[in-house]
């Protein structure tokens, strides 16, 4: 059976991580979106971009390659400028600054079609963790936050506050019906909701992307 990340086609997404592909996943299913593209899941933020940059300049390069990549270190300026940099050969014509309803650019000829999200909302530093809690109920995922530095404070976690996001994310999950559900499964389940407004974004990014 194929692997559901490891899609090679004709339209394919790059994500970084497992998370990132089956959270898409959940959400393209909670929209119905036809599936005329697929997920190649890449590793990290460096092999997102090396694989981008083979994909375009191998003899048959794919119609359209979307990438959805954190800015979880520096800033979002800085991810823009190691983007534009890394395709800085291929007469791509980026805007100074990324869309923040995503982007999506348009090759020249036999180039393919690139859309980019930054995570999580184009305009922050964060990660796949910062966009699902802003599909969270305001009010739970607030007691939540209020339990994890009460927790912080006293001295009983161990997490590194680069990853506070994610200890957030799965204390919120953790008082679900079903809780520790992953991530992804989250979203088919509305503990986290797929109609707010980020999720939103990024759909209509999505058909952008892939002219869906």
């Not at 979307?66 to 007469?91: F, P």
């Not at 999200?117 to 009010?139: R, T, V």
């Not at 957030?168 to 992804?184: F, S």
Request: proline share 6%; charged share 20%; hydrophobic share 40%.
């Amino acid at each position: 059976m194929p692997d559901i990340c490891k899609y090679e086609g004709n339209r394919v997404l790059l994500v970084e991580g497992i998370n990132d592909c089956h959270s898409i996943l959940a959400l393209c299913k909670s929209y119905n979106l036809p599936q005329t593209f697929g997920i190649y899941q890449c590793g990290n933020d460096i092999r997102i971009l090396k694989r981008l940059n083979a994909l375009i300049v191998q003899p048959d390069p794919p119609e359209s390659i979307s990438i959805v990549i954190d800015v979880d270190a520096g800033n979002i300026q800085n991810r823009w400028l190691q983007i534009k940099d890394k395709l800085k050969n291929h007469n791509y014509c980026f805007p100074d600054l990324p869309d923040s309803q995503g982007t999506v650019i348009t090759g020249s000829i036999n180039q393919p079609q690139l859309g980019i999200w930054l995570m999580p909302d184009n305009k922050n530093s964060g990660m796949l963790e910062d966009f699902l809690i802003q599909m969270a109920d305001k009010e739970t995922i607030s007691a939540a936050k209020n339990c994890l530095k009460t927790a912080m404070n006293t001295g009983v976690t161990h997490f590194k506050k680069v990853h506070f996001s994610k200890a957030l994310i799965h204390t919120y999950l953790a008082w679900q019906n079903e809780p520790g559900k992953p991530l992804g499964q989250s979203i088919t389940a509305h503990s986290l909701k797929p109609d707010t407004e980020i999720a939103q974004i990024f759909i209509a990014w999505l058909k952008r992307s892939f002219d869906l």
